[in-house]
């Protein structure tokens, strides 16, 4: 058996809210290494959501959330939720998904009145019966695919870690990469005998990841196979372990597991965004929502100062440095 997985990030621009990075793990025969899982898992998944027929859009998160209809989170969720109850992790609130994917993140929400003891009854969009049956149209065509059900994971990075990395670093995309490294280091430890192969969106345009993959991965070999516009590529072998990884432009849009990825790490970015709006509107009379991006976030920021004096709110747990 082959291991193919998938990372991409959501949040990384803007001020407010967390840095989220999604992982999606497949787990399938070796001959399947290269097939698209679209193709593989077709008909019960497709690229983009269909105006009949009941397959699960699995595509880039940008395209699938609606930020400005109700059910702005219908796409992502079906995709997100529906693939948790295919193996048998049915997420009916937002700590159950976050027991599930992201079992640090409740430890750490405990220092953000915004997030403490925040809850979310999910789906937030349709129903309970509607997941599951999506669930088992998705767990009968990976067993058809002889596909293990997918194992996801989220890294989500509150304001005051996102500070504290890129204070560390002094640079952005070296914390992005320390934040990604967190959830390649369990599944390259985990590794006996079978091959991962992981893609990765590339971050920020950059081409060179060899002094970053040394730091991170010290006892492995590391083989460059390509470092160009298109593509940055590289082996990592110690013992039995074997990670193939390889940055590209658009990853989301050419492998599942990373267009999967792409969607928990968007999910799981705006349901806390639901949890800080929601504060702040109790704490400031008509504030408008916000997405968080820079200069809507910049304005909500200063529609919410008062409160934030009043309230004794530290500005390095509230607002990113970068």
């Given at each position: 058996?082959?291991?193919?997985?998938?990372?991409?990030?959501?949040?990384?621009?803007?001020?407010?809210?967390?840095l989220?990075?999604?992982?999606?793990?497949?787990?399938?025969p070796n001959?399947?290494?290269?097939?698209?899982?679209?193709?593989?898992?077709?008909?019960?998944?497709?690229r983009?959501?269909?105006?009949?027929?009941?397959a699960?859009a699995?595509?880039?998160s940008?395209?699938?959330?609606?930020?400005?209809?109700?059910?702005?989170l219908?796409?992502l969720?079906?995709g997100?939720?529906?693939?948790?109850a295919a193996?048998?992790?049915?997420?009916?609130?937002?700590?159950?998904?976050?027991?599930?994917?992201?079992p640090?993140?409740?430890?750490?929400?405990?220092?953000?009145?915004?997030?403490?003891?925040?809850?979310?009854?999910?789906?937030t969009?349709g129903?309970?019966?509607?997941?599951?049956?999506?669930?088992?149209a998705l767990?009968?065509a990976?067993?058809?695919?002889?596909?293990?059900?997918?194992r996801?994971?989220?890294?989500?990075?509150?304001?005051?870690?996102?500070n504290?990395?890129?204070?560390?670093t002094?640079?952005?995309?070296?914390?992005?990469?320390?934040?990604?490294?967190?959830?390649?280091?369990?599944?390259?430890?985990?590794?006996?005998?079978?091959?991962?192969?992981?893609?990765l969106?590339?971050?920020?345009?950059?081409?060179?990841?060899?002094?970053?993959?040394?730091?991170a991965?010290?006892?492995?070999?590391l083989?460059?196979?390509?470092?160009?516009?298109e593509?940055?590529?590289?082996?990592?072998?110690?013992?039995?372990?074997?990670?193939?990884?390889?940055?590209?432009?658009?990853?989301e849009?050419?492998?599942?597991?990373?267009?999967?990825?792409?969607?928990?790490?968007?999910?799981?970015?705006?349901?806390f965004?639901?949890?800080?709006?929601?504060y702040?509107?109790?704490?400031?009379?008509?504030?408008?929502p916000?997405?968080?991006?820079?200069?809507?976030?910049?304005?909500?920021?200063?529609?919410?100062?008062?409160?934030?004096?009043?309230?004794?709110?530290?500005e390095?747990?509230?607002?990113?440095?970068?």
């Amino acid at each position: 058996m082959t291991i193919v997985a998938g990372l991409d990030e959501a949040g990384y621009g803007p001020v407010l809210g967390p840095l989220v990075v999604g992982a999606a793990v497949f787990r399938l025969p070796n001959e399947h290494r290269d097939t698209s899982l679209w193709r593989l898992l077709a008909p019960a998944v497709c690229r983009r959501p269909a105006r009949r027929g009941s397959a699960v859009a699995i595509g880039d998160s940008k395209t699938l959330y609606r930020p400005r209809q109700k059910d702005a989170l219908a796409h992502l969720e079906r995709g997100v939720l529906g693939m948790l109850a295919a193996g048998g992790r049915p997420a009916r609130s937002l700590a159950d998904l976050l027991a599930a994917v992201a079992p640090a993140a409740p430890g750490a929400m405990g220092d953000y009145p915004w997030y403490a003891g925040g809850e979310l009854a999910l789906p937030t969009c349709g129903d309970a019966a509607g997941v599951d049956l999506t669930g088992r149209a998705l767990a009968a065509a990976l067993a058809r695919g002889d596909v293990a059900p997918p194992r996801l994971r989220g890294e989500v990075v509150f304001a005051g870690q996102f500070n504290r990395l890129v204070a560390g670093t002094r640079n952005k995309s070296v914390a992005l990469f320390d934040v990604t490294c967190h959830l390649l280091a369990p599944l390259w430890r985990g590794l006996a005998g079978e091959e991962a192969v992981v893609h990765l969106d590339r971050h920020g345009g950059r081409i060179h990841y060899v002094d970053a993959l040394r730091r991170a991965f010290p006892e492995a070999r590391l083989r460059v196979l390509r470092e160009d516009t298109e593509a940055s590529r590289y082996v990592l072998t110690e013992g039995r372990r074997r990670m193939e990884l390889c940055f590209a432009p658009a990853a989301e849009q050419a492998h599942l597991p990373v267009a999967l990825a792409s969607m928990l790490a968007k999910y799981l970015r705006e349901l806390f965004m639901r949890l800080f709006n929601a504060y702040w509107a109790r704490e400031v009379s008509q504030v408008r929502p916000t997405a968080g991006y820079y200069v809507d976030g910049r304005r909500f920021y200063r529609d919410i100062a008062p409160a934030v004096r009043r309230l004794g709110v530290e500005e390095r747990l509230l607002y990113r440095s970068r």
